[in-house]
């Protein structure tokens, strides 16, 4: 049975927060909690139990939400071992932008390149594609591949953070994501949807 996703633009840096549901077994995660997203939540998951939390990357448009859902649910947090410091320094880097959080919680499980994450019967596999930050990762599936800020319906991410190098994010790019299946769907991090290979024909920042 197919995942359902419901997509939601939050917060100034108009991040896409995924609610991703396995229809088969009722439960559900969510991708990059952003502002509110535990509001959206309850929303979107009409009763459904919330199973995980899965961090593509730790930029902090990508976790405003992380401390409030982790406290409503329990639910345990998923993020590569490279991202770690961008939780820790939280506080100091929002300051950067002007604004003021609480600590936000650490990963429960650090996954890495290859692991397969479950939720109900959907297979999630990780694919670390870093360049845009040192931990970012990519979550394949049947159908789509979530690829935070790495890939972009016509663009990439910026490379110009803590950690980031274009070399380094045209390679994963190049040779991880532009060999996925052509009819995969990408939803990435900020703006609409696209697939691979929309991707490796017109992407004019990495060409394919
Ligand atoms: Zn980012
Ligand atoms: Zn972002």
Known sequence: MPLSIAGFVTGVFAENTYMIFDDASALGAVVDPGEGALGLWREASAGRTLDKILLTHAHIDHILGLGALKDATGAPIYL????????????????LYGLEVEPAPLP???????DRVRLGETDLEVIHTPGHSPGSVSLRFSE???TGDALFAGSIGRTDLPG???????????ERLYRLPEALVIY?????????GEERRSNPFVRG
């Open 164 to 174: 980031g190098s274009f070399e380094v994010l045209e390679r994963s790019i190049k």
């Open 188 to 196: 990435p991090g900020h703006m609409g949807t696209s697939t691979i």
């Open 144 to 146: 789509g591949v979530f």
């Open 108 to 114: 429960d499980v650090e996954w890495k390149d290859g």
């Open 80 to 95: 590569h071992a490279a991202d770690r410091f961008l939780v820790e320094e939280l506080e100091s880097i929002a300051a």
